[in-house]
């Protein structure tokens, strides 16, 4: 069998006895959305449990986008339903709104206002009467440590105090499922990090249901489920730890020492695939190991073991990397 072998066929993942009788704050069945003629969501089913903390890992097209657009009531599935608390998106779309907030892949602040201002707008959008308004917004502001900041014109402020400050948006108006789309894209460490931290708290103060999508594996350790998607599809779905132990692959990271002997690594391995740093990644273990160093030995210049991470599952289960800097750095363009 091809070691990093592209799965085509959708893995069943557990029966969960509990998701009967937990409440769902997101359940997708059979949806499915094409762009001309590319399918951008497969007859895609999903289920997320109420106060969960859920990420979306996937590469780039592989629908994750999408998905949100249409559980954000901004685009039509072509076909299969989705709901959020039970509300269904295409036939209830205002009332679904309500119940969720969305922080987007693009940004959507305006810039020409305040801090405030921005918080207010959105809130009167909701129809949220004036002391409801203020105490929220005076909320939200101290939760993401921006109360300091409220009269600040938002063209002025950080990309990552941006983010902040679209995420207390998205909150303001008491939604019971917080989506975001890859927020922490174009951050540095730091400032993915805060997010991540501000996202920790969100969920110690209230009953809310996170779903984020995103590039950075690391990201993903903390979440509740992952759910591995690609191709419009969902390629596995599981706890951190069950997906590193059932998909988690040992990958060995050979670097040649000249091109004619990475060509011939590639050749007796086809599916390899280039690591970033002009080595190659292979999916597999020992035996390959000890076969490489004995066929090529001194015309190998690095090789390294590594073992099942978040990362190998998602190589072992797409043949893909998540190409994470390709990603950031398409992400901060964008911004
Ligand atoms: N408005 C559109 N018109 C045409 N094709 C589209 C449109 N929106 C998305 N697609 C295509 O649908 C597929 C899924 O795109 P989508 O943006 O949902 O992926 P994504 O997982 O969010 O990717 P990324 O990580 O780059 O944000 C891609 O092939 C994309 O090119
Ligand atoms: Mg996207």
């Excluded at 063209?155 to 939604?175: Q, T, Y």
């Excluded at 590193?244 to 391995?269: C, F, K, P, Y």
Aim: aromatic share 2%.
């Amino acid at each position: 069998m091809p070691l990093a072998a592209k799965v085509t066929k959708p893995v069943a993942h557990d029966p969960d006895p509990d998701l009967a009788e937990k409440g769902m704050a997101v359940t997708i069945s059979k949806i499915s959305k094409r762009f001309g003629s590319t399918i951008a969501l497969d007859q895609l089913d999903l289920s997320i449990r109420e106060n969960e903390m859920f990420a979306l890992l996937g590469p780039n097209g592989a629908g994750k986008t999408t998905l949100i657009h249409i559980l954000a009531t901004l685009m039509r599935p072509d076909s299969g339903t989705a709901e959020i608390c039970g509300i269904d998106v295409v036939r209830q779309p205002r009332r679904a709104r309500a119940a969720l907030g969305v922080v987007f892949q693009e940004p959507s602040l305006d810039g020409k206002l305040t801090v405030e201002e921005n918080l207010d707008f959105h809130a009167r959008m909701y129809r949220m009467p004036a002391p409801l308004r203020r105490e929220r917004i005076g909320e939200m502001l101290e939760l993401v440590e921006l109360a300091t900041l409220r009269r600040r014109l938002v063209r002025s402020l950080s990309p990552g105090m941006k983010r902040r400050l679209e995420i207390a948006r998205a909150l303001v108006h008491d939604s019971r499922v917080l989506i975001l789309d890859e927020p922490t894209v174009g951050l540095d460490a730091q400032s993915r990090g805060r997010i991540w931290e501000y996202l920790a708290r969100i969920r110690a103060r209230r009953t809310v249901t996170v779903v984020v999508t995103t590039h950075y594996i690391e990201e993903v350790e903390g979440c509740d489920r992952v759910c591995v998607i690609d191709d419009g599809r969902v390629l596995a779905l599981d706890r951190p730890d069950t997906l590193r132990s059932r998909h988690g692959r040992h990958v060995l990271r050979v670097q040649a020492l000249d091109a004619s002997t990475a060509a011939e690594i590639a050749a007796l391995h086809p599916d390899a695939v280039p690591d970033g740093d002009g080595g190659l990644a292979i999916v597999g273990g020992r035996t390959i190991l000890e076969d490489l160093l004995r066929r090529f030995g001194p015309r190998i210049d690095q090789v390294s073991l590594e073992r099942p991470s978040l990362g190998t599952v998602f190589l072992g289960l797409t043949g893909r990397h998540l190409r994470e800097e390709g990603a950031a750095q398409q992400g901060a363009g964008k911004r």
